[in-house]
């Protein structure tokens, strides 16, 4: 849904600037950022330069680099903004209930809980090549179908959760999941398999890809990234969202908010990253320990934008990333839909053979560029697609 709204809505008193900015700011690396950084790394070879040019790509398998945090880091966010938005809807109505803060319109959530859900999944299919009508090869999950999803059953459990219990329900959903999860992983081997297999071609994730999903499978051959079974610990990152939200939804002051997301990100890393002596990091097979380990580095850059933009007040550096923040689905959307290098080729096509090692680079520079200015045309025409 596109909506024409005021432009001072996106920094008007109640709204959080600096969940915007670390939206745009993990956005801003699937623009082509990540792709100049590891240009710029490998024009001179080094171990070192190889291994920061690491960062930004992807696990193999077990692992994690910067570039593993984006995912769970938008969908952190998506749970840290569920209370926020369940906010809106209360008030008087013949369909609404008491609750512990007043008033819940439960069919106006609901019907924008829903509409949100199937517009993702939607927009998830058309991604995939739902328009190409090939279903039998056709991608089925995806990053918007996850999404969609997650947000869905961490909406609707949250909203039906009394305000009181609400950080102690969460709590307990988040870490039934996650050990849930690790028992089902460790604990149910493949048929024919062994107990405990966490390879590709072995673990219980992926043979149950292969024994439900139709179609073909995103990023390797024995699975999908973002399949049925790991999905389920999905729902613990956006819960973990969900847990912040309500911290920054309460009436505490802002230090004591900062305060706890920094003590609850390092706990999550330190636990996260003991977890993964005995269940390694893995983005594709999103296990508990990736789950907290990610949510760890989610928490304390959230502490770190929030801390400086709207406690400090610190907000004009945040502006790029705040127009990318506020589109951010439909930057994702379009730049999947439309090749943004066509108009790159166009532009710099006579000045690319004067650029000599840095060719590379300068593309991405203005690949990069041409993508944030459609953002920028977006924004100064108050033009935001609200999904």
């Not at 000599?356 to 200015?373: D, R």
Request: positive net charge.
């Amino acid at each position: 849904m596109v909506s024409k709204v005021s432009k001072d809505n996106t920094s008007s008193t109640g709204r959080i600037l600096s969940i915007d900015a670390l939206r745009g700011f993990i956005f801003f690396w699937i623009l082509g950022t990540s792709e100049l950084f590891i240009a710029l790394l490998t024009i001179k070879k080094t171990n070192l330069t190889l291994r920061l040019a690491a960062e930004f790509d992807h696990s193999a398998w077990h692992g994690f680099t910067f570039y593993d945090l984006i995912f769970p880091l938008f969908l952190f966010i998506v749970g840290l903004v569920i209370p926020f938005s369940l906010a809106k809807y209360r008030g008087n109505s013949k369909v609404c209930e008491d609750s512990d803060k007043g008033i819940i319109n439960y069919w106006g959530a609901y019907k924008r809980i829903i509409t949100r859900t199937v517009i993702l999944l939607l927009l998830g299919f058309v991604v995939n090549g739902l328009l190409d009508f090939s279903f039998e090869s056709m991608r089925w999950p995806g990053v918007l179908q996850r999404i969609a999803v997650c947000y869905f059953f961490a909406a609707v459990i949250t909203m039906h959760t009394s305000p009181k219990f609400r950080p102690l329900v969460t709590g307990i959903l988040i870490g039934a999941d996650l050990i849930g999860y690790w028992a089902v992983m460790k604990f149910i081997p493949v048929p024919g398999g062994t107990t405990g297999d966490l390879s590709p071609q072995g673990n219980l994730a992926g043979y149950i890809d292969r024994l439900i999903i139709p179609g073909r499978f995103c990023c390797y051959q024995f699975g999908d990234n973002e399949g049925l079974l790991s999905t389920i610990p999905a729902l613990g990152t956006i819960f973990i969202g969900v847990l912040a939200g309500l911290l920054l939804e309460s009436n505490k002051s802002q230090i004591f908010k900062i305060k706890w997301i920094f003590i609850g990100g390092i706990a999550s890393i330190l636990v996260g990253a003991a977890w993964s002596f005995d269940f390694p990091r893995n983005k594709i097979l999103w296990t508990s320990s990736f789950v907290l380990f990610a949510a760890g580095w989610s928490l304390l850059l959230l502490g770190l934008f929030y801390w400086l933009i709207d406690y400090r007040g610190y907000k004009k550096w945040a502006f790029p990333f705040i127009v990318v923040g506020v589109n951010a689905i439909t930057i994702y959307v379009v730049q999947m839909l439309f090749d943004f290098a066509v108009i790159v080729d166009i532009l710099i096509h006579g000045f690319i053979k004067y650029t000599g090692v840095f060719a590379e680079a300068f593309f991405f520079i203005c690949l990069v560029a041409v993508k944030w200015l459609f953002l920028y045309f977006l924004y100064k025409k108050k033009v935001f697609l609200k999904v």
